[in-house]
């Protein structure tokens, strides 16, 4: 269920296998442009990270050259869940494996902020910190390990991101 004082955000790393300009990572590259048309047409979609000029987040690489971040926002977990497990984003989840190293953390983390103002990439980078060092909670947590939102938090006034920081906690 959705709670308009709320969003949840959701962001991941992943470590490549190659450059992303390399020809075994086509697979993958190909269809970046397609599954961002795809989330930006969801459902339950709010917000996610694009580079400055850029038509998507790859260029940034706040734990280094090779690791990609996805950052977006959505207005509930079912929403999320949808896109990921219910659209063709299906079929690159699937063939992760050719694209990106296995991570033996952490590579996932959800929360949720007050509607009005979209946390930072280093914000992100310490939720998924908080999420590795003590598992699911409230504050950082997975699709596997969901938490409603919090019912404490005041109404928003207007939703205003706070803008990409490329040097979050690794």
Same mark, same amino acid.
């Given at each position: 269920?959705?709670?308009?004082? +709320? #969003?949840?955000?959701?962001?991941?790393?992943?470590?490549?296998? %190659? $450059? /992303?300009?390399? *020809?075994?990572?086509?697979?993958?590259?190909?269809?970046?442009?397609?599954?961002?048309?795809?989330? &930006? #047409? =969801?459902?339950?979609?709010?917000?996610? !990270?694009? @580079? &400055?000029?850029?038509?998507? =987040?790859?260029?940034?690489?706040?734990?280094?050259?090779?690791?990609?971040?996805?950052?977006?926002?959505?207005?509930?977990? &079912?929403? /999320?869940?949808?896109?990921?497990?219910?659209?063709? #984003? !299906? %079929?690159? /989840?699937?063939?992760?494996?050719?694209?990106?190293?296995?991570?033996?953390?952490? #590579?996932?983390? /959800?929360?949720?902020?007050?509607?009005?103002?979209?946390?930072?990439?280093? @914000?992100?980078?310490?939720?998924?910190?908080? !999420?590795?060092? +003590?598992?699911?909670?409230? @504050?950082?947590?997975?699709?596997?390990? *969901?938490? *409603? $939102?919090?019912?404490? !938090? $005041?109404? $928003?006034?207007?939703?205003? *991101?706070?803008? =990409?920081?490329?040097?979050?906690?690794?």
């Amino acid at each position: 269920m959705s709670d308009p004082r +709320h #969003h949840l955000a959701q962001f991941n790393v992943g470590r490549l296998t %190659a $450059p /992303l300009d390399d *020809p075994s990572m086509e697979g993958f590259s190909s269809q970046i442009d397609a599954v961002n048309q795809l989330a &930006e #047409h =969801a459902p339950g979609f709010v917000w996610r !990270l694009v @580079e &400055e000029g850029k038509e998507d =987040a790859t260029g940034l690489r706040p734990f280094g050259d090779s690791y990609l971040v996805n950052y977006s926002v959505w207005e509930d977990v &079912e929403s /999320l869940w949808n896109f990921t497990y219910r659209t063709d #984003h !299906l %079929a690159l /989840l699937r063939g992760r494996r050719q694209w990106f190293e296995r991570m033996d953390t952490a #590579h996932l983390v /959800l929360w949720w902020f007050p509607s009005d103002n979209i946390p930072s990439v280093e @914000e992100a980078g310490r939720r998924l910190d908080l !999420l590795r060092e +003590h598992g699911p909670t409230p @504050e950082a947590f997975t699709l596997r390990t *969901p938490f *409603p $939102p919090p019912s404490d !938090l $005041p109404r $928003p006034t207007s939703v205003q *991101p706070s803008g =990409a920081s490329t040097s979050p906690n690794p």
